[in-house]
């Protein structure tokens, strides 16, 4: 059956009318939702005290259920291929913008930060801070 591409748009998203196309999209989907949430997690204990980084992985992890949500549903349930294609292409962008548009700026900005507190903590240390000192008035055992 011969159909012109934007009647594409308007048929069920199944193995039927899109068999090349709807095993990888469902397979990928719930493959890339499992690793985002184990990712998620490993990340989250490793970056606990860089609160940029942390945010940055929320956002990915959040935008990451969302997306691979949708897809696995429209999968599951045979929507119109209407709505896989704008979730598919809008999920790619919104990625790439939380990643390459959003964050770079507040990271440089927390990097900066980091540097002068670095920076202030060593102008204001002393090397005899480390050492530690004897309580005055303890008696040294004489040893027989």
């Known amino acids: 059956m011969n159909r012109a591409p934007w009647e594409y748009l308007f048929i069920g998203f199944n193995q039927e009318n899109f068999g090349p196309l709807w095993n ?3 397979w990928l989907a719930a493959t890339l939702l499992v690793v985002t949430l184990i990712f998620y997690n490993f990340q989250g ?3 606990h005290a860089y609160t940029v980084f942390l945010d940055l992985n929320e956002w990915l992890m959040w935008t990451s259920i969302g997306v691979f949500s949708l897809l696995l549903m429209f999968t599951i349930f045979g929507f119109d291929f209407l709505f896989v ?3 598919i292409i809008g ?4 990625f790439l913008w939380i ?4 964050f770079p700026p507040l990271i440089q900005v927390y990097e900066e930060r980091l540097a002068r ?3 202030f903590q060593h ?3 002393h090397p005899e801070a ?3 000192r004897q309580a005055p008035g303890k008696a040294k055992r004489r040893r027989r």
């Not at 999920?91 to 919104?94: C, K, V, W």
């Open 24 to 26: 990888p999209t469902w």
């Open 45 to 47: 204990r490793r970056l």
């Open 85 to 87: 294609l704008p979730t």
């Open 91 to 94: 999920g790619a962008f919104l």
């Open 99 to 102: 990643r390459f548009v959003h």
């Open 117 to 119: 507190q670095r920076y």
């Open 123 to 125: 102008k204001t240390s």
């Open 130 to 132: 480390t050492i530690r």
